[in-house]
């Protein structure tokens, strides 16, 4: 039986994966994308804004990852994301009209913006918005 990897995928809010088996994880580490397969030297990946993907056989699920790290460890992969969301789950809509608020406040010279976590909101919504985009093609 050819080896695998356990994957793990936690965000502040949830537990999204445990403990399931995967033949190949690649994540979006935040100098580009990585893969690590069974065997992978042990490390710690500094996460960026993008798609964390996992293979079982000839399935593939897709995430969008927005920061954090992950853990390759022995042949376990623990990723430690500040958020994710299922690519099946992001409402493209949704995310163009928080880019959208973001933007018009951002226009409006509002006082009390805090203009890093503006900008924050809007890579970490153009990030969901490019995974379901690469999901539906």
């Known amino acids: 039986m050819a080896k695998k990897l356990i994957l793990n995928l936690i965000t502040p809010e949830k537990q999204l994966l ?17 893969g690590v397969l069974p065997g992978h030297e042990k490390m710690i990946v500094q ?5 964390l993907r996992y293979k079982q056989g000839e399935k593939e699920e897709e995430f969008a990852a927005l920061g ?3 853990e390759v460890l022995h042949d376990t ?5 500040e958020g994710a ?19 018009e406040s951002l226009s409006n010279k509002d006082a009390d913006i805090d203009f890093e976590l503006a900008e924050i909101e809007i890579k970490q919504a153009i990030a969901r918005m ?3 985009k690469r999901h539906l093609s």
Do not use: Y
């Open 130 to 132: 490019k995974v379901k």
């Open 47 to 51: 996460l960026g804004l993008g798609s």
């Open 18 to 34: 445990s403990n399931i088996e995967v033949d190949m994880v690649i994540l979006p580490a935040f100098e580009g994308e990585m």
């Open 85 to 103: 969301a299922l690519a099946d789950e992001i409402d493209e809509e949704a995310e163009a009209q928080k880019i959208k608020r973001v933007k």
């Open 68 to 70: 954090g790290f992950a």
């Open 77 to 81: 992969v623990n990723v430690f994301a």
